[in-house]
């Protein structure tokens, strides 16, 4: 006897159905004995899916609320938010990192998620199936993905891994620095899932030594700690000398910010790199000598690097010195708007001038005073180029899009009293992909201006 799944019955519930009907039939009265059996069919339903479902792990459900669309989600969406869901007393008990059935208003099956109810961004997709997910292998067959994709653009091991649900790790990021990789588990399931991916790493790559780096805001909006610490093998105690674009850059994997050195950058600097020969450069907030770097291996005879971290300057000097560049290499320690200010005031003017901030407008609450601080840079930053130099402006900010930082920047030169066109539009590399319907993957913009 089959049910409503194709699937047979177990020999011990046919036999009580058997025995249900022979029962009711033997009843007075035919509507009576009726009735019993269509109770007992639907009994023995209920029984046969239950049965059924057992062979299948069945996670927890949540749906999405009647008004709440669908068609993101099943176009790719990767995110569903606390105030797209109904969120009865059920659904908010269950556990972060909890795996859950993501079903629309009419309970149709839409993915497997994980929720977080400490965050905004309740539930994160992580598949598009209903099969039940072994977190181990999916992991590695993630990580194994993105190796493959890495490698076919990069030589020297030295690139951004993973770049969260662009590579369908829901909020991890991960790094390497050859023989060393740093995780950034931004997500609750990112963090549950540790174990996993250490293992995998191991298994694809037999690092020296995995480190967990939780010095980053994704964390605390998740609800999750900042406690950083060794996953295996061990840390560096000296920088790590990273080749990149001929320059040689010095990451800091202990103490150095968020990862150790930001590998965004990649294709701006090469750019940069392209046009800088014989030019006196001026590289703002510059971190550990990113533009500076790559504009000394494109010939240029002098280049200053501002920033407001010594400990930053001394690992940007360390990298000049390994890329044979220390003769024309400088650097200031200050906050970059007193650096411009102060420059201005020496009257002093650059062939190419570089700003490279950190985010200004971090969150859409932040959108408006972020955009007038990009105009704010724009407007002192132009005042020290050169008639006939190049200004970069970059942003890394999440909630600012191109055309209003660009709209921004635009602004800023103009009151600087300057034209200009665009000759250049940098984003991020091809290790960070972005998530084709999730815009805070593309973050980094950098508009090269020609005045």
């Known amino acids: 006897m089959l049910n409503r799944f194709g699937t047979a019955l177990p020999q011990s519930s046919s036999k009580m159905l058997a025995l249900t009907i022979v029962g009711c039939t033997r009843l007075k009265g035919f509507a009576q004995g009726r009735l019993l059996?269509?109770?007992?069919?639907?009994?023995?339903?209920?029984?046969?899916?239950?049965n059924t479902m057992n062979e299948f792990q069945k996670y927890p459900i949540i749906r999405l609320k009647p008004k709440v669309s669908a068609g993101k989600i099943l176009a790719g969406f990767p995110w569903v938010y606390d105030n797209e869901l109904v969120l009865d007393r059920r659904t908010k008990k269950i556990p972060a990192g909890t795996i859950v059935e993501l079903q629309d208003s009419e309970r149709n099956f839409l993915a497997t998620a994980v929720v977080n109810s400490k965050s905004k961004?309740?539930?994160?997709?992580?598949?598009?199936?209903?099969?039940?997910?072994?977190?181990?292998?999916?992991?590695?067959?993630?990580?194994?993905?993105?190796?493959l994709l890495r490698e076919s653009f990069f030589k020297d091991p030295y690139y951004r891994l993973i770049n969260s649900e662009a590579d369908r790790m829901p909020g991890t990021i991960i790094d390497r620095f050859?023989?060393?990789?740093?995780?950034?588990?931004?997500?609750?399931?990112?963090?549950?899932?540790?174990?996993?991916?250490?293992?995998?790493?191991?298994?694809?790559?037999?690092?020296?030594?995995?480190?967990k780096n939780s010095n980053s805001r994704a964390r605390m909006l998740e609800g999750l700690d900042d406690c950083s610490l060794l996953l295996h093998g061990f840390i560096p105690k000296t920088p790590i000398k990273v080749p990149m674009?001929?320059?040689?850059?010095?990451?800091?994997?202990?103490?150095?910010?968020?990862?150790?050195?930001?590998?965004d950058q990649r294709l701006n600097h090469a750019f940069l790199s392209g046009i800088s020969k014989n030019k006196t450069v001026l590289d703002v907030f510059s971190h550990v000598g990113g533009f500076a770097l790559a504009a000394l291996v494109g010939g240029a005879v002098e280049a200053i690097a501002v920033d407001a971290s010594e400990a930053a300057l001394k690992l940007a000097e360390q990298g000049a010195e390994a890329s044979g560049f220390s003769s024309a290499f400088s650097v200031l320690k200050d906050d970059g708007f007193r650096a411009l200010t102060r420059l201005k005031n020496e009257g002093k003017k650059f062939d190419i001038v570089i700003c490279d901030p950190p985010a200004f407008a971090p969150s859409k609450q932040a959108l408006g005073s972020g955009l007038r601080a990009y105009e704010k840079l724009a407007k002192m930053?132009?005042?020290?180029?050169?008639?006939g130099g190049v200004l970069v402006l970059c942003?890394?900010?999440?909630?600012?899009?191109?055309?209003?930082?660009?709209?921004?920047?635009?602004k800023g030169v103009s009151h600087g009293g300057r034209r200009s066109s665009i000759i250049f539009t940098g984003f991020a590399g091809p290790d960070h992909p972005v998530h084709p319907m999730l815009s805070e993957n593309g973050y980094l913009k950098s508009l090269f201006f020609s005045l």
């Open 381 to 387: 930053s132009v005042e020290l180029v050169e008639e």
């Open 121 to 147: 961004i309740f539930a994160r997709v992580i598949s598009k199936n209903n099969k039940n997910i072994v977190g181990s292998e999916l992991v590695l067959k993630r990580i194994s993905a993105a190796k």
């Open 37 to 50: 059996i269509i109770t007992s069919l639907l009994s023995m339903k209920i029984l046969c899916e239950t």
């Open 245 to 263: 674009n001929g320059a040689v850059y010095m990451a800091d994997l202990n103490h150095g910010q968020k990862t150790g050195l930001f590998y």
């Open 395 to 410: 942003s890394c900010s999440h909630a600012a899009s191109l055309s209003k930082f660009r709209e921004a920047c635009i």
């Open 178 to 211: 050859g023989d060393f990789f740093v995780i950034q588990p931004n997500s609750v399931w990112s963090e549950n899932n540790l174990e996993n991916i250490t293992e995998a790493l191991k298994q694809l790559f037999n690092p020296k030594g995995i480190i």
